[in-house]
């Protein structure tokens, strides 16, 4: 029987469906809840551009063979670019509301945070996949430490103690995969704990540790630092078991809750499809990621199995912490939701790891699902 167009050109482009639907869907879901549907409509209008991009960057990424990513001589210049980038960024980079995170480019910004989260997540992959047999040696810990130490520094002097907290997240993540002893586990939590210490005696500005307290005691000055997470925490308990509906969301709608297309997306949705509309978006995100791991544990080489595994960390981190605080459980960190929240850069960022995912699945000789 010949085969359809459509059969052809998806077995050529090797396109996972089963991790490009769910990512599209959870995009529409954000599209939607951005959608005013009445009066001004900038982010709408601005995000569908910014999906339409990162879906051709998906598909020509699938295309590409990514295996020279894994020649350290590759990386290493990737890596150092990076850095590079960030630093130019505190130098000459555009402050917005005191976070100096974006290069702005006329009516176009981009927030090179955003694609430093996949280089550490190549770094690393590329790191632990040579020394995978010998990850209990705490020398190792400490090396792939000091990669995402000079990274998370650099994006937590912006300040965006999000974008940092997320860096760290994707270490401590895939240290945890790669096979980590107990007792180096242990030494891990209490480096963390010291670093801690250190971040709000020394480091933290004031608004940073106002966020913190005020997520101890939300309630405690909801005009002042515990507004927002108490703007959310309303709008999500507003939404019921079948929401408002869609565009009836009063306290996104009317700006009660501030940032709601971008940090506070997922309050936003959630006032407006409820308690059966938020399973459905959770749904959508676990079968995302189950691909996402379920193709890592496949792959053909170590390379391929922490990227995959590093991208699902990353996901999850952010879903995680997004999800989190806005419900109120979590500090405000101004994390967006994969695939949902507004940004092009993020979005642009996550539809490439799509597409690199999709194409090491196309070039791979390992066995498949």
């Not at 990514?66 to 402050?95: C, D, E, S, Y």
């Not at 770094?123 to 995402?148: P, T």
């Not at 990353?314 to 940004?343: C, E, K, R």
Request: charged content about 10%; hydrophobic content about 55%.
């Amino acid at each position: 029987m010949q085969e359809s167009f459509f059969t052809r050109f998806t077995n050529r482009m090797h396109i996972d469906w089963h991790m490009f639907v769910p990512a599209i869907l959870i995009s529409l879901a954000g599209l939607v809840t951005m959608n005013s549907f009445s009066g001004e409509n900038y982010f709408f209008f601005r995000q569908n551009i910014w999906l339409l991009v990162s879906i051709v960057v998906f598909f020509v990424a699938a295309t590409v063979d990514w295996r020279f990513l894994r020649q350290t001589k590759v990386l290493v210049p990737i890596f150092v670019l990076t850095l590079m980038v960030l630093l130019a960024l505190l130098l000459a980079g555009q402050a917005t509301r005191g976070v100096q995170s974006w290069f702005q480019f006329g009516t176009f910004a981009f927030q090179p945070s955003d694609p430093a989260k996949l280089v550490i997540i190549l770094m690393l992959s590329k790191y632990f996949s040579r020394r995978h047999i010998e990850i209990r040696n705490l020398r190792h810990i400490l090396v792939s430490g000091a990669y995402a130490f000079l990274m998370f520094v650099l994006i937590f002097l912006q300040p965006d103690l999000g974008g940092a907290l997320v860096i760290a997240g994707i270490w401590l993540g895939m240290v945890l995969v790669s096979g980590i002893s107990k007792k180096h586990l242990a030494f891990v939590a209490l480096l963390g704990a010291v670093v801690s210490l250190v971040l709000w005696m020394f480091i933290f500005a004031p608004y940073q540790k106002a966020r913190i307290i005020s997520f101890i005691h939300p309630l405690a000055d909801v005009r002042g630092a515990g507004y927002n997470a108490y703007q959310s925490t309303i709008a999500v308990g507003s939404g019921g078991v079948f929401g408002k509906g869609v565009g009836q969301g009063s306290q996104s709608k009317l700006q009660f809750l501030p940032e709601y297309e971008t940090d506070f997306i997922f309050a936003a949705f959630v006032e407006e499809w409820g308690f059966v509309g938020t399973v459905i978006l959770l749904i959508l995100c676990l079968i995302l990621l189950t691909r996402v791991v379920n193709n890592a544990q496949v792959a053909a080489t170590n390379f391929e199995t922490f990227f995959g595994l590093g991208i699902a960390i990353l996901f999850t981190t952010q879903i995680a912490v997004h999800a989190g605080m806005n419900m109120g459980v979590l500090p405000v960190t101004g994390i967006t939701f994969p695939f949902m929240s507004y940004g092009g850069s993020h979005l642009v960022t996550e539809w490439l790891a799509l597409g690199i995912l999709s194409s090491m699945q196309r070039h791979s000789q390992g066995p498949r699902l």
